[in-house]
């Protein structure tokens, strides 16, 4: 049986169902059908509902490209709120849109965990809603990612909400958590969120089975001693087991909870979106 941890439902994000390598997600107003592999299983609506009710439908080409087909040529993006913070939604031909519903469940950790004294890391951190989460605390934030246009969007999110203070480094994660452990510089809260595969800034490959030990060491010297720690893997070859054990590792003392990251549709379908570890 596996141990899934379940993200809260919110009133901007509906997983409305999922199944034959698709999910049926509502953003605000508009509906989009899109790939997922996890959707292994059959859908609870038909065809029919699916296409009756979405605004956008990614085509998968070759690779990992494609389009989006917008029969309404409506604009490919709008924002979104989670409980009063904006985040900027992008349609892109890589089928992704600028967020990770799934994870507001550590969205809610992060503002919980931090306020106006509390500095926060957030490495691989994409187009910063988790650093949007630490900002509406008024807290410190350095936002980490080796992709000027995942900075730029982090940028345009915090102007959304009309947020400063978020400082953006244009770097790979591992030089910087080299770096930053060479300063002493330590963080009440650190989220890693490393892709299963990557490409750092100078070109070289990423493959997260290789990285995982590494960071998981690194995170360990920057994180004061009662830091909180959130790290979410979205590759199968990282399961929670991979986690604890790492965990237990390098925060021997700490009390931590693992789990499948997971989402109940609508209709009542469980998808697995990756694994996820706090340390707290
Ligand atoms: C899966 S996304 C993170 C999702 C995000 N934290 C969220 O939940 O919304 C992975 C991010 O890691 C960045 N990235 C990949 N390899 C990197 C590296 N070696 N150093 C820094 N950033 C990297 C990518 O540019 C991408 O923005």
Redesign the pocket.
């Known amino acids: 049986m596996k141990n899934r941890i379940y993200a809260p439902h919110w009133e901007d994000y509906e997983l409305i169902d999922a199944g034959n390598g698709l999910k049926l997600e509502r953003w605000g107003k508009y509906v989009t059908i899109r790939p997922d592999i996890n959707a292994y299983f059959q859908p609870e609506l038909s065809k029919l509902e699916w296409e009756r009710k979405a605004h956008f439908i990614f085509k998968e080409q070759k690779g990992v490209f494609g389009t989006w087909m917008n029969p309404g040529n409506l604009p490919l993006h709008w924002d979104i709120e989670f409980e009063g913070v904006k985040l900027r939604i992008f349609l892109k031909n890589t089928k992704h849109t600028g967020?990770?519903p799934e994870?507001n469940l550590?969205w809610k950790f992060i503002r919980e965990s931090l306020d106006s004294a509390g500095n926060f890391l957030?490495?691989?951190?994409?187009?910063g809603?988790?650093s949007m989460m630490a900002l509406v605390q008024k807290a410190g934030v350095i936002h980490?990612?080796?992709?000027k246009s995942?900075l730029t969007w982090t940028k345009e999110n915090a102007q959304i909400n009309t947020f400063d203070g978020c400082k953006l480094v244009l770097?790979?994660?591992?030089l910087f958590m080299e770096r930053e452990v060479k300063r002493a510089h330590q963080y009440d809260l650190i989220?890693m969120?490393?892709?299963a595969w990557?490409?750092?800034?100078k070109g070289?490959k990423?493959q997260l089975e290789n990285h995982i030990d590494l960071l998981m060491s690194l995170a360990a010297q920057l994180l004061k001693p009662q830091g909180k720690l959130i790290v979410?893997t979205?590759s199968n070859k990282i399961t929670p087991v991979t986690l604890k054990e790492t965990a237990e590792i390098y925060f021997p003392t700490r009390s931590y909870r693992t789990g499948m990251l997971a989402t109940k549709s609508t209709t009542g379908k469980a998808l697995d979106h990756g694994s996820m570890l706090q340390i707290y």
């Open positions: 967020i990770f994870q550590n957030n490495l691989f951190g994409y187009t809603a988790s980490v990612d080796s992709s995942a770097e790979d994660v591992v989220q969120d490393p892709p990557g490409i750092g800034t070289k990423w979410t979205y």
